[in-house]
């Protein structure tokens, strides 16, 4: 069956930066899309980051360009978000998710995902 896990998380001071790691297994990857979402208490997962198959398109949410960056190694199965600059604004779980074909990238939303990882705790202290 399709897994998705990721790995990276932790406690870190603002800012501090951090490397989250998804490792896929039980799909073809390099047919996916890949993207990274966040979910912080009470609040409503959203989208942070996504890239195309072959790493042609790549965006950022507003909130994290510039301190953010997704990528992908296709041999190894694996999408990385390098974490910047972090902010305790930043604490959230944060979940990989392999995409449905036809997701407007730039803008995808939960419905978009065909598969989720577990999500790794992020916790930014001040």
């Known amino acids: 069956q399709v897994q998705l896990v990721e790995s990276g998380g932790g406690l870190v001071q603002a800012g501090g930066s951090l490397r989250l790691s998804c490792a896929a297994s039980g799909l073809t990857f390099s047919n996916y899309a890949m993207g990274w979402f966040r979910q912080a208490p009470g609040k409503e997962r959203l989208f942070v980051a996504t890239?195309?198959?072959?790493?042609?398109?790549?965006y950022h949410a507003d909130s994290v360009k510039g301190r953010f960056a997704i990528s992908r190694d296709n041999a190894k199965n694996t999408v990385y978000l390098q974490m910047n600059s972090l902010t305790p604004e930043d604490t959230a779980v944060y979940y990989c998710?392999?995409?449905?074909?036809?997701?407007?990238?730039?803008?995808?939303?939960?419905?978009?995902?065909?598969?989720w990882g577990q999500g790794t705790q992020v916790t930014v202290s001040s």
């Open positions: 890239i195309s198959r072959l790493a042609v398109g790549i």
């Open positions: 998710a392999a995409l449905r074909a036809g997701t407007n990238l730039p803008k995808p939303t939960r419905y978009d995902v065909a598969y």
